[in-house]
């Protein structure tokens, strides 16, 4: 009897997080189709892919999951709701439209805003979002992700915001990271600014102490070129992005 218990242990433990993890991928397609999502955030569904993204980062239903930089909250729409009854959703970091606009609505409503205790400013000779130091005065959550946000920041300011990400992580805790693709080594210009080299993201991120554990092609776009800025209309919308999973080691 005690031989088998270990196996069983084991398939129940498996199992019940089969089932967390494909009841959110169906909370996630629910949100998807809200009346509350405009025309426009539901024409990008098939290009950022949020089922399987969120897969990838294997988010499930019972987490504490914190988004920074929400901007005017296309991830949260469906993360709000999808945690809503089993985890916990937290934002930070420029949230002020999304207070505005969102989170005082149902299903919203039981989204937490993290104070980062934080400035943060733009330097327009940089060229980037510059942060004070950064408590998001939170411990133990099971996931932090960011959402084509890292290049808006300094290399102080984002070195900053990872070493604040994986003190507010668990041990085993995952920090999901999807941003357009720079070219590697390339110098700023007047193109790339909303770029990042994916490789010096990954060097940034570990020294923060995070584990490289994964990167996905889900988001890779062989027809673009890496040369134009991302908001130019032969590129705009199918942009290469880099999508890269960390984890905080146990």
């Not at 210009?189 to 923060?208: C, H, M, S, W, Y």
């Amino acid at each position: 009897m005690k031989k088998l218990l270990i196996p069983l242990l084991i398939s129940s433990t498996f199992l019940s997080g089969t089932t967390l993890a494909n009841d959110f991928s169906k909370n996630i397609k629910q949100a998807m189709q809200s009346e509350q999502r405009s025309d426009a955030e539901k024409l990008r569904d098939h290009n950022r892919k949020p089922v399987k993204t969120l897969e990838f980062f294997g988010i499930k239903g019972d987490m504490k999951v914190l988004e920074l930089i929400p901007g005017g909250g296309w991830y949260t729409k469906l993360l709000a709701p999808a945690l809503r009854e089993k985890g916990q959703f937290y934002v930070s970091l420029g949230t002020s439209r999304v207070e505005k606009s969102l989170l005082s609505e149902q299903p919203f409503n039981k989204t937490k805003v993290l104070s980062s205790a934080t400035s943060m400013s733009y330097n327009r000779d940089k060229g980037a979002y510059e942060l004070g130091k950064i408590n998001f005065d939170i411990k133990n959550i099971d996931a932090v992700l960011t959402f084509r946000n890292y290049h808006n920041f300094s290399e102080d300011s984002r070195i900053a915001m990872n070493e604040a990400a994986f003190k507010a992580l668990k041990p085993g805790g995952i920090y999901g990271v999807v941003d357009h693709t720079r070219r590697h080594m390339q110098q700023d210009n007047d193109e790339n600014g909303r770029r990042v080299d994916p490789v010096l993201a990954i060097k940034e991120v570990q020294a923060a102490g995070f584990e490289l554990v994964d990167y996905s092609a889900l988001h890779y776009r062989a027809d673009d070129e890496l040369r134009y800025e991302v908001g130019r209309k032969s590129v705009t919308g199918n942009t290469d992005r880099f999508t890269l999973l960390f984890k905080k080691p146990l």
